[in-house]
């Protein structure tokens, strides 16, 4: 790293910004910020979905099986909740502290911990409901199909994305 005339530090101009390392807490915090509020909303209508079903008449109907995912998916649901939410108590509690650095990289493990989770939750849920709309093995198949889905999305188009800009970068 160097050091600029006007006091800050960063990568050399070519490759990235120059901020402060509080200025690139704020920047990353903030960036977090607006990823947790697209995850927590989802995650939250979704958890209030899943708790509306045990009330529903037809949950008698289900069987032991379809119990046991039900219990794993509100379970899960639960754990992506607690895990998205997290951030925000991290935040709120070391404001002040002169922790901002750490507190970014420490939400961040935390926000990826609860995507991991989001996706297991999403491929329980959609278990459940499609053993209980096609009541044969179809529906395993097509949560596998989607869970591939979710990964191509969620890990091998950024993974694609980065390999083409350091190839156009370095290459």
């Known amino acids: 790293m160097s050091r600029t005339p006007a006091g800050r530090h ?26 947790l509020r697209v ?21 008698t109907e289900l069987s032991g099986t379809d119990r046991t995912i039900y219990v794993i998916t509100v379970m899960l649901g639960s754990a992506t909740a607690g895990a998205l939410i997290g951030p925000v108590t991290y935040h709120r509690l070391l404001t002040g502290r002169r922790l901002k650095p750490q507190t970014v990289t420490w939400a961040s493990r935390l926000t990826v911990l609860g995507l991991g989770l989001l996706f297991c939750t999403m491929c329980a849920a ?7 709309a096609l009541h044969n093995a179809l529906a395993l198949w097509l949560v596998g199909a989607m869970a591939l889905w979710f990964l191509v999305c969620w890990l091998v188009f950024p993974a694609w994305a980065l390999a083409r800009a350091h190839g156009g970068r370095y290459g």
């Open 39 to 59: 995850a927590q909303t989802g995650v939250q209508i979704l958890f209030g979905f899943l708790l509306a079903v045990v009330f529903q008449p037809r949950f």
């Open 126 to 132: 959609l278990l459940l409901i499609l053993r209980v």
């Open 10 to 35: 960063g990568p050399d101009p070519e490759w990235g910004r120059h901020e402060t390392p509080e200025e690139r807490a704020d920047r990353r915090w903030s960036d977090l910020l607006q990823e």
